[in-house]
């Protein structure tokens, strides 16, 4: 547990230009936030619903986790990770078809 866990805090570090923590939802609030404060100023409109856009999906999709876990776990007890971890499979696959790609085409993508 503690490997793949090291594994998701290391290798899912950022979304666009923008640097995340794949483990703990406070900063990634604060900047989706802060994103959605500063998309409502016409100075910083286009970066601020950038900033949200990207990292909005994020946070959503640690709510849905976190309401997913909460739901299964009382009927499921342990083997809630187990469909907790499908979604986070599912992105290792992605990633690494992604990373193959780029290798077998000679770095271009």
């Keep these: 547990m503690a490997i793949i866990g090291a594994y998701q805090v290391t290798s899912f570090r950022t979304v666009d230009q923008y640097s995340y923590n794949s483990t703990f939802m406070t900063g990634n609030l604060r900047m989706a936030v802060d994103g959605i404060y500063k998309a409502m100023h016409k100075e910083t409109r286009r970066d601020g619903a950038r900033k ?16 997913a876990g909460a739901t299964l ?14 979604p986070l499979l599912s992105v290792l696959v992605i990633v690494l078809r992604r990373r193959y790609r780029t290798t077998a085409s000679g770095g271009h993508s």
């Excluded at 990207?54 to 946070?59: D, G, M, N, T």
């Excluded at 776990?73 to 499908?86: C, D, F």
């Design 73 to 86: 776990a009382p009927r499921m007890l342990n083997h809630t990770l187990w469909v907790i971890e499908l």
């Design 52 to 67: 949200a856009r990207e990292l909005s999906p994020i946070v959503v999709s640690f709510l849905a986790g976190a309401a």
